[in-house]
């Protein structure tokens, strides 16, 4: 079992620019959870997703914030433009689709937006 | 409003006591419990889970948790803590949802053990 990878690990880039975070749900599981973790606002959950299908995108920030699944392997999170505020440690999770099931979580992408 | 909480910020203990960091929680229905851990530069980590039956659950590292249906409670024990327990702590509740189920995390604990 080789867990949720994500990638990059970090990365460092300027105002303005797009980043997009990819994320790898371990084989099997049905569910997928992009969440924020910052020291001010702790961990934030972003977006779920059952199935491929988006179930809650309530706490995405704003527009520039985007997500897609278009298999059951592979998740990207967008942010286009960036800015210095989402600088902040992204989580993927992803899990079997029943209540009682815990979350896998990947090691995260440390995102630093200059 | 469904919530979880949890009351201390940090906790501090000497190693080999006993220590107990605590959550509690505001939820309609009957929820499924978790606590998680966190080592700097990583995900969180599953501990243990509280579904149903026995309210002394068993899980990972030495950790225990109580289930107190009566005070709404879930707090993580473990007898004798050791320094390499020093990290953070995640409290969760998990409940049914439209479309599937919804996660609800406490704001996390800070555990420092002392040598």
């Known amino acids: 079992d080789a867990g949720v990878i994500q990638s990059p690990r970090h990365e460092v880039t300027e105002m303005g620019q797009e980043v997009t975070l990819r994320c790898k749900p371990i084989?099997?599981?049905?569910?997928l959870f992009w969440y924020r973790q910052t020291m001010m606002r702790g961990l934030e959950l972003l977006i779920y997703f059952n199935n491929n299908v988006p179930i809650d995108d309530s706490g995405m920030p704003e527009d520039r914030f985007s997500a897609k699944m278009p298999n059951a392997s592979f998740s990207t999170l967008k942010i286009q433009p960036s800015e210095p505020r989402d600088s902040a440690v992204y989580f993927c999770a992803s899990s079997f689709s029943t209540v009682g099931q815990p979350q896998h979580f990947g090691d995260g992408t440390r995102l630093s937006i200059l | 409003a469904q919530s979880v909480a949890q009351p201390e910020d940090q906790v501090n203990v000497a190693e080999g006591n006993p220590l107990t960091v605590k959550c509690t929680y505001s939820?309609?229905?009957?929820?499924?419990l978790f606590w998680y851990v966190q080592y700097p530069n990583r995900g969180l980590q599953f501990l243990l889970k509280y579904i149903t039956g026995d309210n002394l659950v068993k899980g990972s590292y030495g950790f225990e948790a109580e289930f107190n249906k009566s005070q709404t409670s879930f707090h993580l024990k473990k007898p004798s803590a050791l320094v390499s327990d020093s990290a953070l702590y995640f409290c969760a509740v998990s409940l049914s949802n439209t479309g599937g189920f919804k996660t609800i995390f406490g704001a996390g604990t800070r555990l420092f053990v002392k040598a």
């Open positions: 939820v309609s229905g009957n929820p499924y």
């Open positions: 084989s099997g599981h049905n569910s």
